[in-house]
């Protein structure tokens, strides 16, 4: 997986994924949980703008994971409340 091979040369990187069990089984250290297989960062059967809250929660999540020291793989849960069916 790309992840591990970038952090192992020392950059930070954040894996956002429906998959978080595979992406820890595999080893990446910041996983970001994310909302739908085919749409990760969103959710495009909502309002443009509660699609767009969701994609800067995502977003903040995965930024603030960067800032976070883990100790192997550890999985960052953004705080959304809605997404569609």
């Known amino acids: 997986m ?7 040369i020392g950059i930070p ?4 994924t429906t998959m978080t069990m595979v992406s820890k089984q595999i080893g990446a250290n910041r996983i970001v949980a994310g ?3 085919p749409h990760p960062c969103g959710d495009p059967n909502l309002s443009p703008e509660a699609d767009r809250s969701i994609r ?9 994971s960067l800032q976070t020291n883990v100790e192997g793989p550890t999985v960052f849960v953004p705080a959304i409340s809605f997404t569609s069916g």
Do not use: G
């Not at 790309?2 to 192992?8: A, N």
């Not at 990187?13 to 956002?16: L, M, R």
């Open 2 to 8: 790309i992840v591990k091979e970038i952090e192992r």
């Open 13 to 16: 990187i954040v894996h956002i």
């Open 35 to 37: 909302t739908k297989i």
């Open 56 to 64: 800067r929660e995502i977003v903040r999540t995965a930024l603030d």
